[in-house]
């Protein structure tokens, strides 16, 4: 892909520094809060024990399977017939055709020499060394006992704790819009809105962040997101460390969904019904190894999501080395300001502890844990971040701009190494230092 002339891209660097400078100056508003949200956490019923509520949630989460794969990392991967997956217990889906591609060819990444030679690679996923599924399944990581044992609420499992979310104004050159600040989370992330987006994309990359406490997690992630601040329809998609999901401090392909903001609808994962999977090779929660290393080694994670205005729905799409990997969809029925378009898109970092704000800060870091200020190797970065508009074409996300929650903790900087060259979005931090106690 060769999105700019050098004269055009000359002109959007010139008015990223514009936008960097304004953003510094104006101060983010936060207006209200709203929509007060504590975790209930845990309920129990009385008539049921904890282990017949646990019984009944496994069989719940787990489907009938046609050949099981036992992976190193310790999952166990169930190959499920394509039309026994989680997403046909959904009412809206109960009727449903599965598409197998898109209505379009999509387009392949920037394989352009400088790109390819930029030692990045595409990452990879440990359970492919123990086996694959059959055609006609699809890979699902099985929730065994001591997962949900493990989890910090049984009701909740596999959807993102509750939270309190606050309406704050962010402003992109004229563009004013509302942000809806979740409570518990530090967000470090490149921002863009003032457009109806039909697709997003960009390579993220991949590290292992530590994770302070079994209740809290860190990702790498694009977001594209619609509707009210406090009940916008989301998808998230990119990399986590997430032990109350997972089980382990391992790091792992993610997507997420909501229609409510988070409040009752969604998940991570096929942890509930929503996302249809048409790809047998990819692993939703499955862990990504190796992840790039400080001062050596890059890897990345290439990700799109993409509306298919013939079929309503929203792709999702990777690639590997070879070939372009279209891994499933979110039926547009799904959602409600998104049945159409994104209003913003981000990508970066986002930190979650139910301690946020509270006392010492916590030290899951974000990113590489390195501060974006490091800069290449040493920083985690967002490489061609691309958001595509109405005339279906990707460019680079303009007007967009860098922001963060706790520049103390977790900053974010857009750094173009060579004059007149594409920027690196490079984000992140380790969380609690001198500068953030
Ligand atoms: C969202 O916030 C607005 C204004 O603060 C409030 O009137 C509305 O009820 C809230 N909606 C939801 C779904 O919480
Ligand atoms: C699914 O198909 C059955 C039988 O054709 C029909 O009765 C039912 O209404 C359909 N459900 C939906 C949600 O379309
Ligand atoms: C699985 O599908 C692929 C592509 O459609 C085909 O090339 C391959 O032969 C099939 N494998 C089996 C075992 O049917
Ligand atoms: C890329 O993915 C395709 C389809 O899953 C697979 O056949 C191919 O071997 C993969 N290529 C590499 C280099 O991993
Ligand atoms: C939001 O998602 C939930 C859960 O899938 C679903 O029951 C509900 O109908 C959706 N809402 C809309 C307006 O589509
Ligand atoms: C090997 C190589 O060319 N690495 C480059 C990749 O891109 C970053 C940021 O643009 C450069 O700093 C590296 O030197
Ligand atoms: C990541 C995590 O929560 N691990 C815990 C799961 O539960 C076992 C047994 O209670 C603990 O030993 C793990 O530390």
Same mark, same amino acid.
């Given at each position: 892909? !060769?999105? =700019?002339?050098?004269?055009?891209? #000359?002109?959007?660097l010139l008015?990223?520094?514009t936008v960097?400078?304004?953003?510094?100056?104006?101060?983010? &508003?936060c207006?209200?809060l709203?929509?007060?949200?504590?975790d209930?956490g845990?309920?129990i019923?009385?008539?049921?024990?904890?282990?017949?509520?646990v019984? !009944?949630?496994?069989?719940?989460?787990?489907n009938? =399977?046609?050949?099981?794969?036992?992976?190193e990392d310790? +999952? &166990?991967i169930?190959?499920?017939?394509?039309?026994k997956q989680?997403?046909?217990?959904?009412? #809206?889906?109960?009727?449903?055709t599965?598409?197998v591609?898109?209505? =379009?060819?999509?387009?392949?990444?920037d394989?352009?020499?400088?790109?390819?030679?930029?030692?990045?690679l595409?990452?990879? @996923?440990?359970?492919?060394?123990?086996?694959s599924?059959?055609?006609g399944t699809?890979?699902?990581?099985?929730?065994?006992?001591q997962?949900?044992?493990?989890?910090?609420?049984?009701?909740?499992?596999?959807k993102?704790?509750?939270?309190? *979310?606050?309406?704050?104004?962010?402003?992109?050159l004229?563009?004013t819009?509302?942000l809806? *600040?979740?409570?518990?989370?530090?967000?470090a992330?490149?921002?863009?809105?003032?457009?109806?987006y039909t697709g997003?994309?960009a390579?993220?990359?991949v590290?292992n962040?530590?994770v302070?406490a079994?209740?809290e997690?860190?990702?790498? @992630?694009?977001t594209?997101t619609?509707?009210?601040?406090?009940?916008?329809?989301?998808?998230?998609v990119?990399w986590?460390v997430?032990?109350?999901v997972?089980?382990d401090?391992?790091?792992r392909?993610?997507?997420?969904?909501?229609?409510d903001?988070?409040k009752?609808?969604?998940c991570f994962?096929l942890?509930?019904?929503?996302?249809v999977q048409?790809?047998k +090779?990819v692993l939703?929660?499955?862990a990504?190894?190796?992840?790039s290393s400080?001062?050596? @080694?890059?890897?990345?994670?290439?990700?799109?999501?993409v509306? +298919?205005f013939? @079929?309503? &729905?929203?792709?999702?799409i990777?690639?590997n080395e070879?070939?372009?990997?279209?891994?499933?969809?979110?039926?547009?029925d799904?959602f409600?300001?998104?049945?159409?378009?994104?209003?913003?898109?981000m990508?970066?970092? +986002?930190?979650?502890?139910?301690?946020?704000?509270?006392?010492r800060h916590t030290a899951?870091?974000?990113?590489?844990?390195h501060f974006?200020s490091?800069?290449w190797?040493?920083?985690?970065?967002?490489?061609?971040p691309?958001m595509r508009?109405?005339?279906m074409?990707?460019?680079?996300?303009?007007?967009?701009?860098p922001?963060t929650l706790?520049?103390d903790c977790?900053?974010?900087?857009n750094?173009?190494?060579?004059?007149?060259?594409?920027?690196?979005?490079?984000?992140?931090?380790?969380?609690?230092?001198l500068y953030c106690?």
């Amino acid at each position: 892909m !060769k999105p =700019f002339s050098s004269g055009s891209l #000359l002109r959007v660097l010139l008015m990223l520094r514009t936008v960097e400078i304004m953003v510094g100056l104006l101060a983010l &508003v936060c207006i209200a809060l709203s929509s007060g949200m504590v975790d209930g956490g845990r309920s129990i019923q009385p008539l049921e024990t904890e282990d017949i509520q646990v019984e !009944k949630k496994l069989k719940l989460l787990n489907n009938p =399977f046609v050949k099981s794969i036992q992976s190193e990392d310790g +999952d &166990v991967i169930d190959c499920v017939d394509i039309y026994k997956q989680p997403a046909f217990d959904h009412p #809206l889906l109960k009727n449903h055709t599965i598409k197998v591609s898109p209505s =379009f060819v999509p387009t392949n990444g920037d394989t352009s020499a400088s790109s390819i030679m930029n030692s990045s690679l595409p990452f990879s @996923q440990v359970w492919h060394k123990s086996g694959s599924c059959p055609n006609g399944t699809i890979p699902i990581r099985r929730i065994l006992r001591q997962h949900l044992l493990n989890a910090s609420s049984l009701e909740r499992y596999g959807k993102k704790p509750m939270n309190i *979310i606050t309406k704050c104004d962010f402003h992109i050159l004229d563009y004013t819009f509302a942000l809806g *600040i979740q409570h518990y989370h530090s967000t470090a992330a490149l921002i863009a809105s003032g457009f109806s987006y039909t697709g997003a994309k960009a390579d993220i990359n991949v590290w292992n962040p530590p994770v302070e406490a079994d209740d809290e997690y860190t990702t790498g @992630q694009m977001t594209l997101t619609s509707g009210p601040f406090n009940n916008s329809d989301t998808i998230e998609v990119g990399w986590m460390v997430n032990p109350s999901v997972y089980g382990d401090r391992r790091t792992r392909l993610f997507i997420y969904w909501t229609n409510d903001s988070g409040k009752s609808s969604g998940c991570f994962d096929l942890l509930c019904p929503g996302f249809v999977q048409v790809n047998k +090779d990819v692993l939703l929660g499955g862990a990504i190894e190796p992840t790039s290393s400080y001062y050596g @080694q890059q890897y990345v994670i290439p990700l799109e999501v993409v509306k +298919d205005f013939e @079929q309503d &729905v929203w792709w999702l799409i990777t690639r590997n080395e070879t070939d372009t990997l279209t891994i499933g969809y979110w039926p547009c029925d799904m959602f409600i300001s998104m049945y159409h378009i994104a209003e913003m898109l981000m990508w970066g970092g +986002d930190v979650y502890s139910p301690r946020m704000h509270t006392g010492r800060h916590t030290a899951t870091a974000m990113g590489s844990g390195h501060f974006s200020s490091e800069h290449w190797s040493m920083a985690s970065y967002i490489k061609q971040p691309r958001m595509r508009d109405y005339s279906m074409t990707y460019k680079y996300p303009y007007p967009s701009s860098p922001f963060t929650l706790e520049v103390d903790c977790y900053s974010a900087e857009n750094y173009a190494e060579v004059l007149f060259t594409e920027p690196l979005f490079y984000y992140g931090g380790p969380g609690r230092n001198l500068y953030c106690p």
